[in-house]
């Protein structure tokens, strides 16, 4: 099993940033697909980005594209989410996620673990 904690989140403006990260505790860090997802009021969790258990692949969804960089330090058993240009819409709770799988994935319902999330409000 493995532990997932999410930090960073918060409070900006349009067109500024934010780096989110999410430590992990337990199983080995680097036998995990990692991925950050994210949920708006009233919608469905959706899809952002994932990287694969090296670092040397990742996936962005359409809209994020571009603005949001995925990471991961596999020594310090962390993944990041950095986060420029931000738009009022991305405005939502940002889970990450471990997959146990060998690929990458974009699939909510592949991932095994979640973290709690983290609140990230832009304001226009």
């Known amino acids: 099993q493995v532990q997932l904690v999410e930090s960073g989140g918060g409070l900006v403006q349009a067109g500024g940033s934010l780096r989110l990260s999410c430590a992990a505790s337990g199983r080995t860090f680097s036998t995990y697909v990692m991925g950050w997802f994210r949920q708006a009021p009233g919608k469905e969790r959706e899809f952002v980005a994932t990287i694969n258990r090296s670092g040397g692949s990742t996936y962005y969804a359409d809209s994020v594209k571009g603005r949001f960089t995925i990471s991961r330090d596999n020594a310090k058993s962390t993944v990041y989410l950095q986060m420029n240009s931000q738009k009022p819409e991305d405005t939502a709770v940002y889970y990450c996620?471990?997959?146990?799988?060998?690929?990458?994935?974009?699939?909510?319902?592949?991932?095994?673990?979640w973290g709690q999330g983290t609140q990230v409000t832009v304001a226009s």
């Open positions: 996620a471990a997959d146990t799988s060998i690929l990458a994935t974009m699939i909510v319902e592949r991932y095994d673990y």
